[in-house]
């Protein structure tokens, strides 16, 4: 549109976020920009967001509605990483999804710097599902020693689950979990650390490891500083 000769251009706000992805967006790139590579089980290929190797309409991955709810559809073996190059620092990690099968088994949900190696190269920071009885935040320093923070609350099939992660400068992690948009239960702080130097790898991972495990993805946020629940459901 102009008016008098001038073009009037929509400009969206500058993300807060290192990271900011929502489902809403009907799209796997970053609200932040980061276009992402897809995985799967069946090949263990790396697959480009436009779909040039798959077709998101006609299996998993693709942007659902269940339980009510939108967002992206992963089964186990199913993952998106996006290049990641923030270094380790004082930060929060928040992870929205919808857990529709086998709520009872392990496996990771989102990894910072995961490197796939498990030698003490393996710098990583990630939210992972722990049977039925926690959600833990696990963080890897730079001697290879790995700490670990837990919520006791922890989602059946169908609910919706939202995990917040910090971390700071310290090594310290702590984990807070809100299931179907209650109260945030928060667990144990970890002990402290040092953060490394870099990640294990520059790569940012959303889906689920664990057999048999579906997850519908809505929101993943990586925030500098430690940010409450509420900020980062807010916040873009």
């Known amino acids: 549109m102009s008016r008098g000769g001038l073009f009037r251009l929509p400009i ?7 990271f900011s992805w929502d489902a809403a967006s009907g799209t796997p ?5 980061q276009v ?6 069946g090949d263990a290929g790396a ?19 269940e339980s009510s709810a939108f967002g992206l559809l992963l089964a186990q073996g199913e993952v998106f990483y996006w290049p990641m190059l923030a ?22 949900v989102v990894r910072l710097g995961h490197d796939g190696s498990g030698t003490l190269a393996d710098r990583a920071f990630e939210i992972a599902i722990t049977g039925a009885a926690s959600i ?11 700490f670990s923070a837990s919520s006791a609350a922890h989602p059946a099939a169908g609910q919706r689950c939202e995990v917040r992660a910090t ?15 209650g109260t945030e239960t928060t667990g144990t702080a970890s002990g402290p650390s040092s953060l490394p130097s870099t990640w294990g790898a520059a790569k940012l ?14 929101r993943l946020r990586i925030f500098p500083g430690t940010l409450s629940m509420a900020q980062c459901r807010t916040r873009v």
């Open 12 to 18: 969206s706000p500058r993300s807060s976020a290192i």
């Open 205 to 218: 991972y959303l889906g689920p490891t664990a057999s048999g495990r579906t997850m519908l993805a809505r």
């Open 136 to 146: 833990q935040g696990t963080f890897k320093d730079n001697v290879g020693a790995t």
């Open 29 to 33: 790139i970053a609200r932040t920009g």
């Open 87 to 108: 270094l380790p620092q004082t930060l929060t990690m928040y992870v929205d999804w919808t857990e529709l099968d086998m709520a009872d088994n392990t496996g990771a």
């Open 36 to 41: 992402p590579s897809f995985t799967r089980a």
């Open 47 to 65: 697959h480009d967001s436009l779909g040039v190797s798959f077709d998101m309409a006609e299996d998993q991955p693709r942007f659902s509605v």
């Open 167 to 181: 971390l700071v400068a310290g090594g310290t992690m702590t984990v807070g979990v809100s299931l179907n948009e």
